[in-house]
């Protein structure tokens, strides 16, 4: 089973136990505060509700404006043991970057699967169990989880967006981190061929936040597809993980169904460990991660919910 511990300047995601025995005795989950400080400091102004009747409009497009400022802020304060300002200037088009926010994962551009890298010139020691990242964005969530969990396995963030993988591998090897590795790849394509020939075990794959493509035409666009869960089913490990997230329900939801249409692959970690804290609906209540992404930081500035499911794979894919 996998577990969280903390090591040091922060907490680190899931490494294999020895045994099945001890792993199976084991919570697969850090045992974190509902809240960071930060949101205890702020918790009152951002819960506040209007006093007069009618204003709920206004005071909601107030908090998501202020939220739009503040969350850049808050996120270099989260962030902030990274000290990747020291970067911002250090190559030039690598600092602040624009981006599009919303690209086409079924365009031809992204139809060809990313190279294989030579693993063992991509991490030190490439038979660690790895934690994959789909969706990494700026790469400061993985960043901070290798930084702080050194040595004991691999990550290895896929993103879409090319500038961002560009400017995340700078930062991974100005921070002098050999256990962490950005590519520009379209998972739908890319996943199966990267895990395949990966020399150790995967372990977990974490899915936070994507692009929710609104849209029912765009819904084809969304990273979690059948064949994606059946990727994942196969290729991870017995008893790694799955972690999924959205401040959209509805995106929630379908991520949900995907994983659990696996259910003779798949548990919900709360059927393994009753310590895990869900509510009625069955979402974990809590980040098991101990670190929360960019965009949660924004979503929870706004005043929205994280829906999170944990799924371990507890049979052989089939």
Not at 9 to 19: E, V
Not at 223 to 236: E, F, P, W, Y
Not at 266 to 291: A, R, S
Request: proline share 5%; aromatic share 10%.
């Amino acid at each position: 089973m996998l577990v969280f511990e903390c090591t040091g300047s922060g907490c680190c995601a899931a490494h294999a136990l020895g045994s099945a025995a001890s792993a199976m005795a084991s919570s697969p989950f850090l045992r974190i505060a509902p809240t960071l400080h930060l949101r205890r400091c702020c918790r009152r102004f951002w819960s506040e509700e209007p006093k007069e009747e009618g204003a709920t409009n206004g005071w909601t497009r107030r908090r998501s404006t202020i939220a739009a400022q503040r969350s850049p802020d808050v996120v270099e304060m989260e962030y902030a043991d990274l000290n990747l300002k020291n970067f911002y200037g250090a190559a030039p088009n690598l600092g602040h970057i624009r981006i599009r926010q919303h690209v086409n994962p079924l365009s031809s551009s992204f139809a060809t699967p990313a190279e294989i890298p030579v693993w063992k010139e991509v991490f030190r020691d490439p038979s660690l169990p790895l934690m994959l990242d789909i969706g990494s964005g700026s790469g400061r969530f993985l960043l901070w989880l290798a930084k702080n969990c050194p040595e004991r396995r691999n990550y290895l963030g896929l993103e879409i967006r090319q500038k961002l993988v560009e400017r995340s591998q700078f930062w991974a090897e100005e921070l002098g981190l050999a256990n962490i590795h950005f590519m520009f790849a379209n998972a739908t394509v890319s996943f199966e061929p990267l895990v395949s020939t990966y020399p150790g075990p995967l372990m977990l794959v974490s899915i936070l936040c994507p692009d929710p493509y609104f849209k029912k035409r765009h819904h084809k666009r969304r990273v979690v597809q059948a064949s994606l869960v059946d990727s994942i089913a196969k290729r991870l490990s017995i008893r790694g993980q799955v972690f999924v997230q959205s401040d959209v329900l509805e995106l929630a939801f379908d991520m949900r169904n995907q994983f659990d249409a696996r259910s003779d692959v798949f548990e919900h970690v709360d059927t393994i460990d009753d310590n895990v804290l869900c509510d009625t609906q069955g979402w974990v209540l809590h980040n098991p991660m101990g670190m929360r992404t960019e965009r949660e930081i924004h979503a929870e500035l706004e005043g929205a919910r994280i829906y999170r499911r944990m799924y371990q794979k507890q049979k052989h894919y089939v």
